[in-house]
């Protein structure tokens, strides 16, 4: 290769058309006249300039990416690449479509290993967040398939390509670029024998499109909240306990909510049969009813379709120690355990309960989340370490006696949506249990909160409950208006941090 002095990524002209032409010759050896027509490229240039560019290399063409705009919602699932360019002419192109359909993308191969491609599928999506555009899309082959085609289905050679147990140098480039496959397109593009003429749709998501998505993402970006607030009253046994939460977990339900959130021990009631014992056997005693809870629980996450945060239960290790935990049900059939690390004085004196040790975020179809147990919430390092995990939701579930033990855990979960930049989510319980030691009276007040800033409730409220009443509490937010506060917002929390003079980090 001869020494680079200039590397620059620039408008297609028709000027460049013989030198694009067998630039394309050159890459596409194996597929004879793969090549655009110079009328199909002034048809493009015409009609969308800025999606079509080039690279040059010392004045040269080493990498061209050409692209149409379309009404993706308006695609055949089934389209194949001469549906996509309207037999080759580009009259699917429109200037109110959503999508960037990339139409061409190759390097020339010496210059292949420059990363030359990553800045072409780069630009377009600058172009995309430019234009406000809800993604990219396009069908890319898979050159290797030929090698497999008599052992495995596409679908099953893309599993393997996924697992990087084989390599398609297509496939791997694009998966390595953000772009996630979505569907075996059949019958895609003709003569290329070495996919056996199958394709891949692949797709990009724009994070700052700021209009709703119409179309199925693999992330939810509208996420809807099912707060419990939930009333603390007498129960004979476990089957009362779940009836009643099967009851609400049926109501967010059918309100198409993606998280039922219970409070922290909102199993207390069962204490009352062992009342007669002391506090800290009773707890013990309860701890003997959580596996079976959540076994439960993540058996109506699947039945509801619903992922469910446990609130919190006493647990005791192999340790034979006793912690506060809960459980993130997830509706795929999947369960995640998450620890309080901050117990309450009370808790430490009155039951003998420890702090736990581990900290993380989870991964959900509605993104990344987090959850702190009450009083883990007053404690701010802790959600910021989740927040630079990339955390858009926390949930903390709280059970406090007093209004002003509710003030703290309220006002501390505010601020930390303030100085995340994500949604807070708390819910309690309400009532009293005359018959439970150390758990008398409950005061809560359930909650979402936001950050403050002009896409937000003003006082960065999205919802409230009515304060000491048995309810649900439905709440949608917007994952996409805080990718926006991120860059665009008045202040930044999280960019404007001076990490040059502190540093915070996990243990």
């Keep these: 290769m001869e020494d680079i002095e200039n590397v620059e990524l620039t ?70 690449y001469k549906d996509i360019t309207g037999n080759y002419t580009f009259n699917t192109h429109t200037k109110n479509g959503d999508v960037i359909y990339g139409v061409e993308v190759f390097v020339k191969p010496e210059y292949r290993g420059l990363r030359l491609g990553r800045r072409l599928y780069d630009y377009r999506k600058e172009l995309c967040e430019r234009l406000n555009l809800r993604g990219l899309a396009f069908g890319g082959r898979i050159p290797n398939y030929h090698k497999y085609s008599n052992e495995l289905s596409p679908k099953q050679y893309i599993e393997k390509v996924k697992r990087k147990e084989i390599h398609d140098p297509v496939l791997n480039f694009q998966i390595s670029n953000d772009f996630h496959p979505t569907r075996v397109l059949k019958n895609y593009l003709e ?13 990009w998501d724009n994070i700052y499109y700021e209009k709703k998505q119409k179309k199925a ?21 476990l089957d009362e306990v779940m009836e009643q939460a099967e009851y609400f977990i049926d109501a967010v339900s059918g309100y198409r909510s993606d998280f039922a959130l219970f409070p922290e021990f909102f199993n207390a009631p069962l204490m009352a049969i062992d009342n007669h014992l ?17 076994q439960r629980f993540s058996q109506l996450a699947i039945s509801y379709n619903i992922n469910i945060i446990t609130g919190s239960m006493p647990e005791i290790a192999e340790n034979n120690r006793l912690y506060n935990v809960g459980y993130l049900c997830k509706r795929d059939g999947t369960t995640e355990r998450y620890e309080k690390l901050h117990v309450t004085p009370d808790e430490a004196k009155v039951w003998g309960m420890e702090g736990g040790t581990e900290l993380k975020t989870f991964d959900t179809d509605c993104g990344k ?49 303030i100085e995340n930049e994500c949604y807070v989510a708390i819910a309690g319980s309400v009532g009293n249990l005359p018959k439970v030691h150390n758990m008398d009276i409950q005061f809560a007040q359930s909650m979402v909160f936001t950050p403050c800033d002009f896409a937000f409730p ?50």
Aim: negative net charge; hydrophobic residues 40%.
């Design 369 to 417: 989340i987090g959850i702190l147990i009450c009083y883990d919430s007053e404690f701010p390092e802790l959600s910021r370490l989740l927040a630079d995990e990339g955390m858009d939701l926390l949930f903390v579930p709280f059970l406090t006696d007093t209004q002003n033990g509710y003030s703290r855990v309220r006002h501390c979960a505010q601020a930390r949506a």
């Design 11 to 80: 408008y297609l002209s028709l000027d460049d058309y013989q030198e694009l032409k067998a630039a394309m010759i050159e890459s596409y050896s194996s597929m004879p006249d793969s090549y655009w027509r110079e009328h199909q490229i002034e048809t493009l240039i015409k009609q969308f300039p800025e999606g079509q560019v080039v690279i040059k290399i010392n004045n040269q063409i080493a990498g061209c990416a050409l692209s149409i705009i379309v009404d993706y919602n308006k695609l055949d699932d089934a389209h194949t």
């Design 191 to 203: 003569g290329d024998t070495n996919s056996e003429d199958y394709a891949v749709l692949l797709e």
């Design 278 to 294: 002391s506090e800290p056997e009773a707890i013990r005693n309860l701890a003997k009813h959580t596996a079976e809870i959540v």
């Design 217 to 237: 993402a693999t992330t939810k970006k509208i996420v809807r909240l099912g707060l419990i607030q939930w009333q603390m009253r007498p129960y004979k046994n």
């Design 458 to 507: 003003a006082n960065g409220i999205k919802a409230e409950a009515t304060p000491n009443t048995e309810m649900i509490l439905i709440a949608d937010v917007d994952i996409d208006l805080l990718r926006n506060l991120n860059q665009f917002g008045s202040v930044k929390n999280l960019k404007d941090r001076r990490k040059d003079i502190f540093d915070l980090r996990k243990l």
